[in-house]
Structures are given as C-alpha cells and as structure tokens.
C-alpha cells in the first residue's frame, strides 16, 4: 500500500502547456522532495520543502514552481512544458524528526512533452 | 566538487552473491542511504550507514569506510527478483543527499 501518491502516472501534453503534478502523503512527514530522474542517470533535485509555507530551490527549480499550503500536499507546477521537460518525475517525503530519515518515494509521474 | 561513483551495470547469478561498490565526494558527511529501484518504480529504502562498519538485514549488507570513501552494497542468494537498479546516495553537511546515477544489477538463471 503507498503513503504517498502521485498523479498522474502517465502525461502526454504539448508544448506551452502549464501543467500540475500533485503529490501527498498520509504519513504527516515535514519534509517533501520534488526530483527529476531520467533512465540511467541520477536523481535531480528541483524543490523541497520542511514544512508548511516552506520552499526551497534545489538544482533544476528555474523552470518550476511549487507550493506547501498543507503538510500533506506538494503540487509542482510547469508554467511552460518543453520538450526537454520530457522526463520522470518522482516526490518524497520524510520524517523531520531525525535528519537521516529514509525517504518515502511515490511511484512517478512520466512526462512526455511533444 | 560532490559526486558519487558506481558500477554502470553487473551481472550475477541466481543464488550467488555480489558486491556494488561506492565511492563518495561531499563537503561533509552525515550518511550513507542505499536504495533499490526496479525498472519503473520507485526506488525503496534499503540500508544507512553512518558508522565506520557492516550492517546486516537478512540477505542484504551494506559497510562503510569513511576514511576512504567508500561503501558497498553486498547482496547474498541472489534471486531474480533483486534484479533492479541500486542507489548510492550520500548525505553532505548541509543533509542534502547527492545520488550515484545506480548499478542495474542482472540477475541470470
């Protein structure tokens, strides 16, 4: 069973097209990640965030936006997709309480801009 | 720099064992995670390390050297369903992980 929940799973959409990728969890961690994996290669981080109202820019985050109204939502918003937005896209989350804490993965949204 | 490096890809047996090793690079260091990923999922949390030492779950082990650098995956009686790809992925000071780019491990017959 997941604690966490992507959707969608699947996304054919066309270029300029401003698209939302939604992600919550049940397990009322803190911490929510946003990455970026594209096949064989390593997770990308785009944005995070310790809690609510809190957000922060990871290595590809100039070309998304992303919100934390709720502790258990963490929407990732392209204003403008691209071809090269054409990618997995994964979200996270962990316990606060210890900085260690593994993270919980949802199963991904595959992107495929045309 | 930060980086993390791991095998491409390994080849192994049904009932075997095998070793994925890792090196690390980061600006401080708070731990070691490993994650196992198969192909389109996403990756599950297998083992961390902090302490110089091995950690023992059932068939997986994961040890770490921090003198060197280094940590290693080692996975025994190897069945086809542990053919998946393998994270290495460390934690730099300021706790933000840098992640190998995986080993897919293959299991064969």
């Known amino acids: 069973e997941a604690d966490i929940y992507q959707t969608p799973r699947y996304l054919v959409i066309g270029t300029g097209k401003k698209i939302t990728l939604e992600c919550s969890q049940t397990?009322?961690?803190?911490?929510m990640y946003w990455y970026q994996q594209d096949p064989g290669m390593e997770l990308h981080l785009i944005h995070y965030?310790?809690?609510?109202?809190?957000?922060e820019k990871g290595d590809l985050s100039s070309e998304s936006t992303v919100s934390r109204i709720r502790t258990e939502h963490f929407p990732l918003t392209l204003e403008s997709a691209r071809p090269s937005h054409t990618s997995q896209y994964l979200c996270?989350?962990?316990?606060?309480?210890?900085?260690?804490?593994?993270?919980?993965f949802g199963n991904g949204t595959r992107l495929t801009v045309t | 720099g930060q980086n993390i490096d791991q095998p491409t890809e390994m080849t192994a047996t049904e009932g075997a064992i095998v070793q994925i090793n890792c090196t690390y690079q980061?600006?401080?260091?708070?731990?070691l995670f490993w994650y196992q990923q198969h192909a389109g999922e996403a990756p599950t949390f297998l083992s961390y390390?902090?302490l110089d030492g091995l950690e023992e779950k059932g068939r997986f082990s994961s040890f770490l050297s921090r003198s060197k650098g280094y940590s290693y995956l080692l996975l025994k009686e190897l069945q086809m369903k542990d053919s998946a790809s393998y994270l290495c992925?460390?934690?730099?000071?300021?706790?933000?992980?840098?992640w190998g780019a995986g080993t897919k491990l293959i299991i064969k017959p």
């Open positions: 980061t600006s401080g260091f708070n731990g």
């Open positions: 992925a460390a934690m730099d000071s300021n706790y933000q992980l840098i």
């Open positions: 996270a989350s962990s316990d606060r309480g210890r900085d260690s804490s593994p993270l919980h």
């Open positions: 397990m009322g961690h803190d911490k």
């Open positions: 965030s310790y809690g609510v109202n809190s957000t």
């Open positions: 390390n902090v």
